[in-house]
């Protein structure tokens, strides 16, 4: 965005602003209690009854997020490709650029191998989580950039994941990218895609479902990073110190250079906290579905259950900073 002259936007936090960082301040620590009830006590998440386990729930959950995730977007949100397209594309390269690379450099640099560095690879090999919009209104940044930048990311994932996947992780586990490709078509795209057409033919029943979904959603999340937890547990008790440091950096990564490429790229200061926000979370639900299936692997799944609940509470840490400070708009000449 650019204007003629610099803008200072009211730094004054609202009260939606106020509940909506509650929410997420309430959320990080709900998804931290079930991670830890997961460790703490795993037999309540891997339970088996008349042949249905947990885990099989996590792909249906994952569906029914994403799902949520499309009955809220609409044709404006693709028509912003078009208007900002050199935004667009710097917001996908730095997701897809900074994270899978972050990934695999910290697995290398705190000695993880095999599935649970692949684990860590396949988060940052993701695209950004549905969660980084309501950070990004907390943090008084551009919601609608970062509404089109989780869309755009997720449509590319398909074929930016299981790339990133082969030519990074491929050394410490056997990389199927057909099978990861036709994985995100199912669980990832397809809901996204029927949440679309909902919006398209029927946007009240649309407006009504959405409005219903995000405490659903949230217990969701909870729920598949317990039973994550759980599957797990002796690993992360192996290996747990190690790859909580690797995540907390990796996490901190995301959110400083998504922000330093944004203001190289001399974008304004509401479009960098916008980056910022999205490289540095993600879908942690789709990497461990995907752990869990093409990779067949727990333990790959053990990154996304650990970077998920410190992503939570460091992004909203981070909204909660940005939205008492004053956002000067104007200042930049974004490409394209």
Do not use: K
């Amino acid at each position: 965005m650019t204007e003629g002259a610099d803008t200072v936007v009211d730094s004054d936090v609202g009260p939606r602003a106020t509940a909506a960082l509650a929410t997420q301040f309430g959320f990080a620590a709900a998804v931290v209690a079930f991670a830890a009830l997961g460790f703490l006590a795993p037999g309540l998440f891997t339970w088996r009854w008349r042949g249905f386990e947990p885990r099989q729930a996590i792909v249906p959950l994952v569906q029914f997020t994403m799902l949520g995730m499309g009955l809220t977007l609409t044709a404006a949100d693709f028509r912003r490709v078009l208007a900002t397209p050199g935004v667009v594309a710097l917001g996908a390269a730095a997701q897809f650029g900074i994270m899978p690379l972050a990934g695999w450099a910290f697995t290398r640099l705190f000695g993880l191998t095999g599935e649970v560095a692949a684990g860590l690879i396949l988060v940052g090999s993701c695209p950004g989580g549905v969660a980084s919009n309501v950070i990004t209104y907390v943090a008084r940044a551009n919601v609608p950039l970062s509404v089109t930048l989780t869309a755009c990311t997720t449509l590319l994932s398909p074929l930016a994941t299981p790339l990133a996947m082969r030519l990074l992780a491929g050394r410490d586990v056997p990389i199927d990218a057909g099978d990861m490709f036709r994985s995100i078509l199912w669980v990832i795209l397809a809901p996204v895609v029927a949440g679309l057409v909902i919006n398209a033919l029927a946007p009240g029943l649309a407006r009504r479902l959405a409005g219903m979904l995000p405490p659903i959603a949230m217990a969701s999340i909870c729920l598949i990073i317990a039973i994550t937890v759980a599957l797990a547990a002796a690993d992360l008790r192996r290996v747990g110190l190690p790859l909580v440091a690797a995540a907390v950096c990796h996490n901190a990564t995301g959110f400083l250079l998504g922000y330093a490429v944004a203001r190289a790229a001399r974008l304004d200061e509401r479009d960098a906290r916008t980056l910022s926000i999205e490289v540095g979370i993600q879908n942690g639900g789709m990497a461990t579905a995907l752990a869990l299936g093409p990779l067949h692997s727990p333990t790959a799944a053990l990154a996304a259950a650990v970077f998920g609940p410190w992503s939570a509470l460091a992004a909203s840490l981070l909204a909660a900073g940005w939205s008492t400070r004053p956002v000067r708009v104007g200042t930049g000449s974004p490409p394209g």
